[in-house]
């Protein structure tokens, strides 16, 4: 009787103890072409030691974002479906490089109307081609559309005390691809173009629209300068996404 006792406690200490570190679950797009985030633990054919270990310092980088908020990341690698994502707390799409299904689209919206969260980021025709992803099918109901590069190539950006960011942050930017609606919290240092906006539906879903990945992919230095505030900005990025 004593051990199956103990048994039962264990047993309950285990799940208590999983709840209790996984608050939410973040779903991450591997299935359409991702030309910059990977699953560390996947190995990919023809990737080189330099990339494998960018791959490793972002997924390093992101479960330092997400642990204060007890997130756990989900890859995902094959075609999106609403039953797949619905009981997570966001869904991300990363610099995809190939075309999303009338059904994956409309079960994204599905998500989103149904009070999900979604971060999408795009880059710059260098990356990925904003006709070939068809991402602007899924973020246009909400009045949101992505539209050309930025043709100024000086690099530096900055998020404003705004929104859903509580202080002024110097982020990485270089190159980026104009957005159209939302509510604009980053912006490009020279033109104070925008290239991040937010919305949240009357619904409860909550979008975060970045046209630029090099914050994303928590790059602190470029060009010679080496103190961009990555971490801070994606902080203020996920804990509004995820309601924290």
Known sequence: ????????????????TWAQETKHTIFMDLAHGQRMWNDPKDPVQNIGFEESQRVQYMNDELSKTLKPHKGKVS???????????????LLILHVPSSEYSKKEVMDIKKYINQSGSLLLIMEADYWTDLEKTNVNDIIKDYGIHYGAQNKDTLAGGYARKEGIVPKKLKVTYELGRSIEGGEPFAFNSRTNEAFAVYKELDEGG???????AMASLYMTEWRGIS??????????????????
Not at 76 to 88: F, M, Q
């Open 1 to 16: 009787m004593k051990k199956q006792i103990g048994a039962c406690l264990l047993i309950a200490f285990v799940f208590t």
């Open 75 to 89: 890859f995902l690698k094959k075609e999106i479906s609403y039953n797949d994502i619905a009981k997570g707390s």
């Open 206 to 212: 909550r979008l975060v629209v970045l046209g630029d």
């Open 227 to 244: 103190d961009y505030q990555c971490q801070e900005f994606m902080d203020a990025i996920f804990k509004w996404l995820l309601r924290e």
